[in-house]
């Protein structure tokens, strides 16, 4: 996908069936990414947020609607040419930074470029810079367990970032930090995604972090608007 494509989201319905219940959280749901936007999506804990993540990235899929990356429509593939699709050009940073306990900090972050079969002497010298830029690069072989919060998060931006995507999705990115942590770790996500202009979409229940964003859409009853 090209950077100047834009991503959007076209009548996205979801619901899950919760005993003898039916929830529905996406319905009729529209909205359009522009490139090397920040977007933030405000919503309350339960509302679908991540939901909606995993179906932009293709994790999950919709019960109905389309989603575009500039002409290629993802709603459209098989699950393992989406699969595919996201290794080249999705990075995703999780609240509970997801690092893999028996890799080391270096293991970690090239993960994805293993994945996506990008692993040249460019991409290695690539991955080497964004943890000089994470301020960890002297903890290279250091396992997920010896880092704090804040460091492992610092890996998280690098290892979705390695792969050079063009699309990071964020879900609560600070949700398990503390508040000096998290503005920090707002402000590296935010200068790295925009440096290498990138679309960064983060789901957040905070107004706080929602406020590094270019733009603030809110999930509610299952649509997304930009009013609050």
Known sequence: MSKTKQIRLVNLSKSYEEGDRVRQVLQDADAAFEPGEFVAILGKSGTGKSTLLNIISGIDQADNGEIWFGDTRLTGLSERNRTLFRREHVGFVFQFFN???TLTTWENVVLPMELA???S???KESAVKLL???GLADRHNTYPDRL???EQQRVAIARALAHNPDLVLADEPTGNLDEATGEKILGL???LTRQAGKTLVMVTHSIDAARYADR???LRDGKLVSEA
């Open 216 to 218: 603030i859409l809110y």
């Open 121 to 123: 002497k460019a991409e």
């Open 117 to 119: 079969g990008k692993f």
């Open 148 to 150: 704090s919060g804040g």
């Open 132 to 134: 000089e830029t994470v």
């Open 189 to 191: 996500l935010d200068q």
């Open 99 to 101: 690092l893999i306990p």
